[in-house]
């Protein structure tokens, strides 16, 4: 049986340009960065040669504004305490009400410590109520953060737009992009963004490491305690061999980031065209246009989604119902709560991710399984009806 991986925005296949970059600092290339003899020499090159990568895909002025971390979430989280850190008086905070986990559950956290959480909603397709965001900002912001890319829609915020009206308050801003880095346009050189973090697993790079961008003359004070990496701001050796699968990552999506997002964008349309228009009761969760490349989220209505889900996956189809960080749990989609939905059309939706490795053709392919496997869920429906009623079909 083929297997079908439509679950990129969870995390992205390691590419083979990238293992073979990696390589040789998992065996010859061991030392430890911070040492000064020959053999930490060369590993404290690669580091700087990765930071320029990254600098360079995101469009940052600077190398020296990335400093590599272990995650997303713990980007997320520097971000957000180094604000507070250098806003002490101000206790009013401001997120949306589709964030991922690492900051909603940071912001609830700090909502008991004493700070004003505001929560901003979002519209019908998914867009931050940008009025709504201008009457919670004041004087007494410290911090802004805000996804620039859903990871369950792919719908965008426009982050300048926002970034102008925050700075305008004097408060911070922090851009989660950890899914937009490496699949959309980026010019953090010249815009309103103060923190943005992203992670390697999400554009083809190993797990286990992330960035933080950290704009110049920005004041930022440690996350974690300790030794004096990353310049002073993050304590802990630095994972070499995965920063150098970053950095590869970094540079493979920038050798073809206009053709890829054109691909993408094409494939999705083909597929939505595909499962939308032969399939009854199936409709996009979210805005058709501006979002993402590789984001599709569908609605099957009257469909169990997990259900449909495992049932994909039997066929080998890998899909998803929305965050893997909080897969298995019994809530419905807060994302798609937020967006007005239902309990019971946000449990009816799945989220199709694609990227690199996954063809026009594939797409097809799982329109297909898809179409096939929801006429033998609407078997089963008719099946029971008629046994209810007493009546068999003929």
Request: net charge neutral; glycine share 10%.
């Amino acid at each position: 049986m083929k297997s079908f991986y439509c679950d990129y925005n969870a995390t992205t296949p390691l590419a083979e340009e990238v293992f073979h970059a990696m390589e040789p600092y998992l065996k010859n290339h061991f030392g430890n960065p911070s040492s000064l003899h020959h053999l930490g020499r060369g590993p404290a090159k690669a580091l700087r040669e990765a930071r320029s990568q990254l600098a360079a895909l995101i469009g940052a002025s600077d190398e020296r504004e990335v400093i590599f971390t272990s995650c997303g979430s713990e980007s997320n989280n520097a971000a957000v305490f180094a604000a507070l850190a250098a806003a002490p008086n101000k206790k009013r905070i401001i997120t949306s009400a589709v964030e991922h986990s690492s900051i909603r559950k940071l912001f609830k956290h700090l909502g008991k410590q004493g700070y004003e959480v505001f929560e901003i909603g979002v519209s019908a397709q998914g867009f931050l109520l940008m009025d709504e965001l201008k009457r919670a900002l004041n004087a007494e912001t410290a911090v802004v953060s805000l996804m620039l890319g859903n990871n369950e829609t792919g719908v965008l915020f426009p982050v300048d737009e926002i970034g102008t009206a925050v700075k305008s308050a004097g408060a911070f801003f922090h851009v989660d992009a950890v899914q937009a880095v490496g699949k959309q346009k980026l010019c953090v050189k010249n815009s309103p963004i103060d923190f943005l973090s992203a992670s390697a697993h999400k554009l083809y790079g190993p797990k286990g490491v992330g960035a933080l961008y950290v704009k110049s003359g920005t004041p930022f004070q440690s996350y974690l305690i300790g030794g004096g990496q990353e310049r002073g701001r993050r304590a802990g050796t630095e994972n070499v061999a995965g920063i150098v699968g970053f950095g590869a990552a970094c540079r493979l999506a920038l050798s073809d980031l206009d053709d890829e997002i054109l691909r993408l964008r094409k494939l999705r349309q083909v597929f939505e065209t595909a499962v939308c228009g032969q399939n009854r009761g199936v409709t996009v969760n979210g805005d058709l246009n501006r979002r993402l490349p590789t984001s599709s989220n569908l609605r099957f209505a009257g469909i169990d989604g997990e259900a449909l889900m495992m049932a994909l996956d039997q066929k080998g189809v890998c899909a998803s119902s929305g965050s893997a960080c909080l897969s298995g749990s019994p809530e419905p989609s807060h994302v798609l709560k937020a967006m007005g939905l239902t309990d019971e059309e946000a449990n009816s939706s799945l989220r199709f991710s694609f990227g690199r490795f996954f063809s026009e053709q594939d797409a097809l392919d799982v329109a297909g399984i898809i179409r096939e496997t929801l006429e033998y869920f609407r078997s089963l429906e008719r099946g029971a009806a008629a046994g209810y009623s007493g009546k068999v079909e003929a």
